[in-house]
């Protein structure tokens, strides 16, 4: 069993819990779980899971940084993988936390990626701009992997990486609101602009706290857990009060001037995708919506009028899932002239509202978490049928898809989207209702 109730020996895809679906589809997904196997074990590496298969993938230029051990994709294909009972597998997620806490910084930073060839560190990524949630993934999967596997030696080994780690991310509150105030482009969306206060990385943070205090709990630090849980209660209160306008006259906690702007925007239907003391990006980051819900930072009522939305704009057309919408288009105050760098962020390409199927297999989850238990199915067979697609052959779990064409581009056989849709397959086992916090 997994912390979330799913059970290792589980029949996948029985006919008597799937009868909603047809043999093809139940077919199709139980190729879909296998070639996803496959391609989590192409990723295997000396120093842990590459971001995509080395050996199936040309480098060139800038892209030598895919032959890398990622922090963000690194740390999440551990936290996805945790149900395989593999040794192979279990080697390679510890080996990869190992190999980015080995190469952190004296200031208690986590590297972006560290190369499988060189192993040296890169802390800069693109445009030399540091990676925040390269740490904040970094301590999710630190207690995932301790929780689920019972192996408690990584954060004996590097207990004071972790104290470090915590300080460094702690210090990007350079206000004290709570949140983290963060560079541009130094997330995931690394060619994206995106600042200040970014919904994703408050997620990520409220994420953080809890799963630190949990390491504190287990370490016998009992009064610095509790306090890492009061802070995290504060911060999940400070996120929802500034991400989520409301014509409600109900206090703000941040400045009356952005409580102002925020009560023209009207009743939002989602959790909105940044702030900063002089303005406000009103689109939906889908991706992080999808990850407050999954972290119990919504609830439900939030969540169903979030997803109401997006199904009705069509969120998952022609596959699941584009990460943002509405994309931003040349001309609209948000766009930037560097979102051209190699063609990546043209209107409906990679961050710029591409479809992702390592998000896609999280809205499965999504969706399945809400109680729409039929509908996750359905949506996790069209999850499967892009993942089968290919540039080159079939199978390729590509690592984005066109918004508009639906084709696969990008790097074949990536490693997080195989372990996302491992782990959509997996929880669709288990009731909704049983389903605990955390993604």
């Known amino acids: 069993m997994n912390e979330n109730g799913f059970n290792t020996e589980a029949v996948l895809f029985d006919p008597q819990q799937y009868d909603d679906l047809t043999k093809k589809q139940r077919i199709l997904l139980k190729e879909a779980y296998d070639r996803a196997l496959e391609v989590l074990k192409k990723n295997i590496t000396p120093l842990g899971f590459s971001a995509c298969s080395i050996d199936d993938n040309i480098s060139t230029g800038t892209d030598a940084n895919y032959h890398s051990v990622w922090a963000r994709d690194g740390a999440a294909t551990v936290i996805w993988s945790l149900d395989i009972r593999e040794e192979a597998i279990f080697k390679c997620q510890k080996q990869t936390l190992r190999t980015l806490l080995d190469h952190q910084a004296p200031s208690g930073q986590i590297p972006a990626n560290v190369g499988v060839a060189t192993n040296k560190p890169d802390y800069g990524g693109v445009g030399g701009i540091g990676s925040i949630d390269s740490a904040l993934w970094l301590v999710i999967a630190l207690w995932r992997f301790t929780k689920d596997t019972g ?36 997330d995931w969306m690394d060619l994206f602009t995106r600042n200040y206060n970014v919904l994703y990385d408050e997620v990520l943070w409220y994420r953080v706290l809890l799963c630190y205090s949990n390491i504190l709990e287990l ?45 023209f925007l009207g009743n939002s239907q989602y959790l909105i995708s940044q702030i900063s003391p002089f303005s406000f990006s009103w689109r939906c980051d889908v991706y992080a919506n999808v990850l407050a819900y999954l972290n119990g930072l919504t609830n439900k009522e939030h969540a169903q009028t979030t997803f109401n939305f997006l199904w009705g704009v069509g969120i998952n057309s022609p596959w699941p899932v584009k990460n943002i919408y509405p994309p931003v288009a040349a001309g609209d105050p948000e766009w930037a002239d560097f979102f051209t760098v190699n063609l990546l962020n043209l209107p409906n390409h990679y961050h710029n509202g591409g479809i992702w199927p390592f998000i896609g297999a999280l809205w499965v989850r999504f969706i399945h978490k809400l109680g729409m238990k039929n509908l996750a199915r359905r949506e996790l067979v069209r999850v499967a049928q892009l993942c089968k697609g290919g540039v080159s052959d079939s199978w390729e779990f590509n690592e984005w898809a066109h918004a508009v064409t639906g084709r696969p581009m990008g790097k074949r056989y990536q490693a997080w989207n195989a372990a996302s849709f491992i782990r959509a397959c997996h929880d669709l086992h288990v009731e909704p209702e049983s389903l605990k916090e955390g993604f």
């Open 151 to 186: 192996d408690q030696s990584l954060i004996q080994d590097y207990y004071e990486n972790i104290q470090k780690m915590m300080l460094w991310l702690g210090a990007q509150d350079i206000n004290n609101c709570g949140m983290l105030e963060v560079p541009d482009c130094s």
């Open 219 to 263: 370490c016998d630090e009992k009064e610095s857990a509790l306090e890492y849980q009061k802070k995290a209660a504060h911060v999940g209160k400070v996120i929802l009060e500034n991400f989520w306008p409301s014509t409600v006259n109900e206090r703000q906690s941040r400045a009356k001037d952005f409580s102002e702007r925020q009560f």
